[in-house]
C-alpha cells in the first residue's frame, strides 16, 4: 500500500494529490447524510457487447445549467446543484486551482459495489483534465494501472473526508478502479468534481 504519493510521483508520473482530513469527522458525516437524503439515486445500465448490465452502484450527476456527460453509455443532463454543495466545491477549486461546472457521484452500498478499471478521458473533459474526487463513508482501495507497462500497479486507501487529485497527465497514463472487497458492508459515497467543456 501506498501512503506517502509525494514520494513516488517524480518517478511514476502518476499525478496524485491526497488531502487527508480534507472535511472532519463532522464535516463529512453532515455531507453524507444530506446526500443520503437529497440526491436522487440512479440505478443505471449500461450495454457490453450487446447484452445489458445494471452498473454495479448507483450514480447521479449535477452541475451547472445545460452541462450534459455521456457515462455508462448514455448521456445525462445535469441536475441542479445541491446548495449545500457550493461551498465545498469553491475548497476544491481552490486546492485544485481550476473551476469545475459539475460533478458525478457513485454510491457503493458495500464492499460488492465497486468501479471497473477505465480512465476519465472523454473527450468533454479536454486534452488533460483535472479531476477532484472527495470520499465519504467507508474507507475503499482505489488501484491504478499504466497503461504502458501494465505490471506497473500502485494502490492507495482512499479514506472518510480524504480528498484527491487527480492530476494532468493520470487519464492519459494510467487506468483507475474500486475494486470489490467482500469484507466492507459499509456504505461508500465519492464526488469526482470535473471540468466539462461544451
Ligand atoms: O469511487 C471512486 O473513487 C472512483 C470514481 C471514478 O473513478 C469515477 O467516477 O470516474
Ligand atoms: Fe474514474
Known amino acids: 500500500m501506498i501512503n506517502k504519493l509525494e514520494y513516488l510521483n517524480p518517478l511514476t508520473g502518476l499525478n496524485l494529490t491526497l488531502f487527508p482530513n480534507f472535511l472532519n469527522r463532522r464535516q463529512s458525516s453532515l455531507l453524507f447524510d444530506i446526500l443520503e437524503n437529497e440526491i436522487a439515486w440512479e440505478k443505471t445500465q449500461v450495454k457490453v457487447f450487446g447484452k445489458i448490465y445494471p452498473v454495479p452502484r448507483l450514480t447521479a450527476f449535477l452541475g451547472d445549467e445545460g452541462i450534459h456527460y455521456k457515462y455508462s453509455g448514455q448521456i445525462h443532463a445535469a441536475a441542479p446543484w445541491l446548495p449545500s454543495l457550493l461551498d465545498i466545491k469553491a475548497q476544491i477549486e481552490s486546492k485544485a486551482g481550476q473551476p469545475f461546472n459539475s460533478v458525478l457521484l457513485n454510491r457503493y452500498n458495500n464492499g460488492l459495489d465497486k468501479m471497473g478499471w477505465h480512465a476519465d478521458n472523454e473527450k468533454e473533459l479536454g486534452p488533460e483534465p483535472v479531476i477532484a474526487s472527495l470520499n465519504l463513508g467507508a474507507s475503499r482501495r482505489m488501484d491504478f494501472k499504466s497503461k504502458k507497462n501494465p505490471k506497473e500497479k500502485y494502490a492507495i486507501q482512499l479514506e472518510d473526508g480524504m480528498l484527491l487529485i487527480m492530476g494532468k497527465g493520470c487519464q492519459e497514463h ?25
Not at 180 to 194: A, P, S, Y
Open 174 to 198: 494510467f487506468y483507475h478502479q474500486i475494486p470489490v472487497q467482500k469484507k466492507i458492508t459499509e456504505i461508500r459515497i465519492n464526488l469526482t468534481f470535473r471540468q466539462i467543456l461544451q
